[in-house]
């Protein structure tokens, strides 16, 4: 769900690194493009006499690419999905985290997920930013009472209507909720209904679009609903379109959420978790909650000293208690689910 932005190079990544005298005011961390904003960065920077060179990616598969194409040390912290901290840990590819460093009292319980940033006790990432995968929409344009029944992605009434968002485990997850099937208990027994209700969803929806196609399509009318979307698709907008609005229907939706982590590997241990703490502190969440690429909800609860209100009333603040309750997580999937569930979301592009 991260569109995509220009980012440091690995030449300069190179040059920056050759100078020892240089590498010690820098690091290198490998991002989303949430975090490339200067509002963020600059006052970290500022605060430590130091450099973050940045290099953007979209989606998991990538950044294990640009690690595996790297060298050891190359790379200090890392933003990923939470949902993949121990496949990366398990790599031996991450550090442990200093349990006694870390504002863990202060995040939101729903977003500590044990499960999946503990092994053996030791935390290996912590949640920084969450959203959820819903449904966005032009209130203008549709019956706003409809948004609250997630079947609505298959009503005659909105064909040709809706843009699917173009991530396949999202929105499986969205069509297992459709059909009243937990995430947390999909199995290869489940993807034959999942497979006929995606096909149907498709028929329904006028295209399945990347985020910024997705995003201009509900901008510009050519779509009245994205399915998938949420406060990161509409936030940024709201200003100058406060018709764009979204919401969680009754049925629930998908939570997604993104982690801080720290390379085992780092030359800059110290200043990392350094790193990792600003983004954590109530300042640094406001700013990243409030990033330019997009807007989503910060982990840390008392961000919301550093939050105006109406920033805090598009991100729903008050809000999240109810749809943390109702938001289930992302499917927990092994490789012969993944691919299956791929296989099936290829064959719904192609039809």
Not at 55 to 60: P, R, V
Not at 133 to 156: A, G, W
Not at 211 to 224: H, I, K, M, N
């Amino acid at each position: 769900m991260k569109p995509l932005l220009t980012t440091t190079c690995f030449s300069a990544l190179a040059v920056f690194l050759s100078s020892p005298a240089l590498a010690q005011n820098q690091l290198n961390a490998l991002v989303w493009c949430d975090h490339t904003d200067p509002a963020l960065i600059e006052p970290f920077e500022k605060a430590h006499g130091v450099k973050v060179n940045l290099k953007e990616y979209s989606g998991t598969g990538e950044g294990i690419s640009i690690i595996e194409q790297s060298r050891s040390g190359d790379w200090d912290v890392l933003v990923v999905d939470t949902v993949d901290i121990l496949r990366l840990a398990d790599m031996d590819l991450l550090a442990e985290l200093p349990e006694s460093a870390l504002p863990l009292a202060d995040i939101f319980p729903e977003l500590l997920m044990p499960k999946n940033t503990r092994r053996d006790g030791k935390i290996y990432g912590i949640t920084e930013k969450f959203g959820y995968n819903t449904l966005s929409y032009n209130k203008n344009k549709v019956n706003i009472k409809d948004m609250d029944n997630i079947q609505v992605i298959l009503s005659p009434a909105y064909k040709n209507r809706i843009a699917l968002y173009d991530y396949y485990l999202p929105l499986i997850g969205l069509t297992g909720i459709a059909l009243g099937k937990p995430t947390a208990e999909l199995t290869l027994a489940d993807l034959p209904a999942i497979r006929s209700t995606l096909f149907e969803m498709k028929k329904n929806a006028r295209q399945v679009s990347d985020v910024v196609a997705a995003q201009t399509a509900l901008a510009t009318g050519e779509v009245d609903i994205v399915v998938g979307g949420g406060e990161w698709l509409t936030a940024a907008l709201s200003v100058e379109m406060p018709e764009l609005d979204w919401t969680i229907p009754e049925q629930g939706a998908l939570l997604w959420s993104q982690a801080l982590a720290i390379f085992k590997d780092s030359k800059k241990p110290e200043l990392a978790i350094q790193f990792v703490q600003y983004i954590l502190s109530p300042e640094g969440q406001a700013r990243l909650a409030t990033s330019s690429c997009y807007w989503a909800m910060p982990s840390n609860n008392k961000a919301a000293d550093y939050l105006t209100a109406p920033q805090k009333q598009v991100l729903r603040w008050d809000s999240q208690s109810e749809y943390l309750k109702k938001a289930q997580l992302y499917p927990l999937i092994d490789a012969d689910l993944d691919e299956a569930m791929q296989d099936i979301w290829t064959e719904m592009l192609q039809q």
